[in-house]
């Protein structure tokens, strides 16, 4: 792939550049090509931030060996950057979700370490960088996601210094004695530099950055920017920018008639029990499933909750299924409900209603609506969407959010029944309170979780990055809020040149 060079005079003046697209390109049993919401977060956060403002989506679309033409979508422009077979295994499988994911977990898997995988990973933040240059406009606003793509922010720097460069990482940014076991950790420091404006989702995390910036490189910090000393100086400022999703879309969804119609359904098919337990996840080892689910099994082993009155419904999308830890969960998991369920109970329903698939949006909704007491466990998490969405959907007055500690959802929704997922015991009196507290006490905690999340929405999030990258770029970040008068100055590292 070619780089167009500085002087590109068309193109999109706000990008986002993520390794997922917001749809994945899937082939149906009967040979149709179709396209499906890509799971996580990320996903769900920045969709309504790209349908506001346009522009233009640079990531992969979840296949191997396919190159797929950009297409429109939703008022952006959707660019596919093709994956090889053997680059999905080494830099998105390997690399990105057995090296990199877990060591920023908190190491609760055994991180791997291989060069070949870190070779992927460089040749496809190359590729990404490359895409993202030809693609934008001149002085453009280029917004780099998470942690498969930490070298893109200082590769477009050097092919395109006129750019205002943002990264953000959705994932926790770990403490330094965890980060330096990486043996790559200098590449992946002088990536992040590479930007003007690098967030995090917890003010820990960018003070770790700093951090490792102060102690391991030359570069100067002073209070949350560091200096870099390198083809003349550029700052590069670290903030925390806890994200959050589209509060309103997520209430007006689960109040739709249909949405309604859809909950009396499940209901039903649940058999009317007196109290629903839910939890909604991506199927993985950082989410906490096997402690949260051996915890609800005890309470219904020992009476506590009667599983003739109570379900538990799990439902967990399914995810990178090719990853050697992945696998173990998806078969622990299986073997732990089938356990619970063989044990408890009587000949009707289980206690525990598991589902390993995807759900529309709308069925999630539904199921937020019905839940009176929503479990959000993770060991380790970067902020937690889920929890979110189920303070924008729950209607009733005296829901419940049992929530782990370290979810980063944690630091703002202070009023949860608050967990050390590790400690079962302690997990299954918190489950117990927000099952037995009285109504005012209930009602309390969660009129002020609800306000949080209405109040603190993704459209106020992607604002307050993209005007502080306008301050610390070198421009106005763009998109339709402020796309039209796009001037055309570049800076070179300090410099300002005309570009007409
Ligand atoms: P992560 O990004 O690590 O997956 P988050 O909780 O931040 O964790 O985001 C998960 C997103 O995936 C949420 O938007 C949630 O609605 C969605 N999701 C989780 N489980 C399912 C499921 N079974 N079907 C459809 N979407 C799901
Ligand atoms: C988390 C990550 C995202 C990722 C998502 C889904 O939210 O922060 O970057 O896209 O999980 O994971 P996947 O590997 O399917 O993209």
Redesign the pocket.
């Known amino acids: 792939m070619e780089n167009t060079g500085p002087s590109t005079k068309q193109g999109a003046t706000f990008l986002v550049v ?3 697209l917001p749809v994945d390109r899937i082939v149906r049993e009967d040979g149709k090509v179709d396209w499906q919401t ?6 769900t956060a920045l969709e309504p931030v790209m349908k506001q403002r346009g522009g233009a989506w640079v990531g992969w679309h979840g296949a191997p060996d396919e190159e797929v033409e950009a297409f429109e979508h939703d008022g952006y422009t959707v660019e596919p950057v093709p994956l090889s077979a053997e680059e999905v295994e080494e830099y998105y499988e390997g690399f990105s ?1 057995a090296t990199l994911w877990p060591l920023y977990h908190d190491a609760v898997a055994f991180p791997e370490f291989h060069r070949e995988w870190f070779d992927a990973y460089e040749r496809v933040n190359q590729r990404f960088a490359e895409r993202a240059a030809e693609v934008a406009a001149d002085g453009a606003s280029v917004w780099v ?4 793509l930490q070298l893109v922010p200082r590769m477009l720097r050097e092919l395109r210094p006129d750019l205002n460069i943002g990264f953000f990482l ?2 926790p940014f770990p403490p330094m004695e965890l980060f330096q076991q990486l043996p790559w950790r200098r590449q992946i420091i002088e990536g992040l530099l590479g930007s003007d404006l690098v967030g995090f989702q917890m003010p820990g995390g960018a003070s770790n950055f700093l951090r490792l910036v102060r102690r391991r490189t030359e570069h100067k910090v002073d209070r949350d920017r560091a200096i870099v000393k390198r083809n003349g100086d550029h700052e590069c400022v670290a903030r925390a920018y806890p994200i959050s999703i589209d509060s309103k879309s997520f209430s007006d969804l689960a109040q739709a008639e249909e949405t309604k119609a859809e909950a009396q359904e499940l209901l039903e098919e649940l058999g009317h029990p007196s109290m629903i337990v839910l939890g909604v996840d ?1 199927l993985d080892y950082t989410k906490g499933l096997r402690q949260r689910v051996r915890a609800m099994g005890e309470l219904f082993e020992e009476g506590k909750l009667d599983p003739n009155e109570v379900v538990f419904l799990q439902i967990a999308t399914p ?2 299924e090719r990853v050697e830890e992945y696998r173990r969960l998806r078969d622990d998991i299986d073997l732990l409900v089938g356990r619970i369920n063989s044990q408890i109970g009587g000949v009707g329903r289980p206690p525990i209603v598991y589902r390993h698939q995807s759900f529309p949006r709308a069925t999630l909704a539904a199921m937020y609506q019905l839940a009176d007491i929503m479990l959000v466990t993770p060991l380790r998490d ?1 902020m937690n969407l889920v929890a979110k969405e189920y303070l924008a959907c729950h209607s009733g007055p005296d829901g419940a959010l049992v929530l782990s500690e370290f979810a980063g959802a944690a630091r703002e929704l202070r009023q949860a029944y608050m967990v050390n997922p590790y400690d079962l015991d302690g997990m299954k009196e918190a489950i117990m309170h927000a099952a037995t507290d009285p109504q005012r006490e209930k009602r309390r905690r969660f009129r002020a979780l609800k306000k949080q999340v209405a109040e603190n929405d993704i459209s106020k999030w992607a604002d307050r990055f993209l005007s502080d990258l306008d301050d610390h770029g070198k421009g106005p970040a763009r998109g339709k809020t402020s796309a039209d008068e796009t001037p055309s100055m570049h800076f070179v590292d300090g410099e300002q040149t005309s570009q007409g």
Do not use: E, F, K, M
């Open positions: 993520a390794n997922r890509a799971p996580g977060g990320l996903v979700n996601q998470d942690y498969q959705h994932i991506r995810s990178r970067g």
